[in-house]
């Protein structure tokens, strides 16, 4: 049986006792710290994966909702399209056939009970109206109404001459030619017919 003996003295004994090995300590801390940061790392991993899949989802129902959202405001689009060329066709019409209009009405307030036309042109920027009248005073009268509308600017002499209608009454015919205002001088005329505040 062998026996070790320590003869140092007991204060040289107890300060080896109390000496630290630094890299022994140092290797059991760097074993025990690798499991909690293996495991920390895989925490983290997990709930970052979780993070960016909720956000993946939120972005894919964005990218539907304005997929959705492009579909309906090209329909709305298409839509306006079709309103504003039927706008333009409203503006074009009115262009043309607000003066003729206007013309009819025109026509029609200053026809007298006892005349009646037998023809009525329109063309761009002129009316040519032929008819029938008792006398050739109707006939002033008629032209004189016409006058008044906003829409006629000018009214030529008329052309008389009496005929027999039907073989047993004598009546005037008559034929004259009026010009037409345009869209712009009718709104000119409107504005400065209304009175000002």
Known sequence: MKVKLDLRPREAIMAAQKKVDVMRLTALTLICLFPLMACASLVYGFLL???LTSQVKSLSLSVEMLKKRHADISENLAA???????YRKAVAFAKDELPALECLSAVEAALLDVMWLSRLEINAGRAMLQGYATTEGEIVEFARGLLASPVIS???LPVTRRVKRDGMVDVVEFSLNCSLRNLGDLRGGVKGALPEK
């Open 154 to 156: 000018n009214v030529d």
């Open 80 to 86: 306006l399209k079709g309103d504003l060329e039927l």
């Open 49 to 51: 994966s979780q993070e």
